[in-house]
């Protein structure tokens, strides 16, 4: 119903930047705009649970983890389905893999994950 891909990911040294594009395609948008979708970004490191990264609910404000705050920021763009996470001051802890996530009243879903790798 929903197809949600990732794209941006890569390579990118300590204190660089990354954006990641999420894009949404799917049946869901017969009946309902982009904009009814809740968006969020999730990443999961090695031997770690995925964890919240930043949100961007229909309502109310971003929200973002502490760890992130201040160098990612959530944003989309409802006339090309499409949410970013602009990543800067890259740390090698934010290597992950990174999940585009939207979430509709009745369902959630994901993306298939993008590597996001920070070392020098």
């Known amino acids: 119903q929903v197809q949600l891909v990732e794209s941006g990911g890569g390579l990118a040294q300590p204190g660089g930047s990354l954006r990641l594009s999420c894009t949404a395609s799917?049946?869901?948008?017969?009946?309902?705009?982009?904009?009814?979708?809740?968006m969020g970004w999730y990443r999961q490191a090695p031997g770690k649970q995925r964890e919240l990264v930043a949100a961007?609910?229909?309502?109310?404000?971003?929200n973002y983890a502490d760890s992130v705050k201040g160098r990612f920021t959530i944003s989309r763009e409802n006339a090309k389905k499409t949410v970013y996470l602009q990543m800067n001051s890259l740390k090698p802890e934010d290597t992950a893999v990174y999940y585009c996530n939207g979430r509709a009243p009745n369902g959630d879903y994901w993306g298939q994950g993008t590597q996001v790798t920070v070392s020098s």
């Open positions: 961007l609910p229909k309502r109310g404000n971003t």
């Open positions: 799917g049946n869901f948008f017969s009946t309902f705009s982009f904009s009814y979708l809740a």
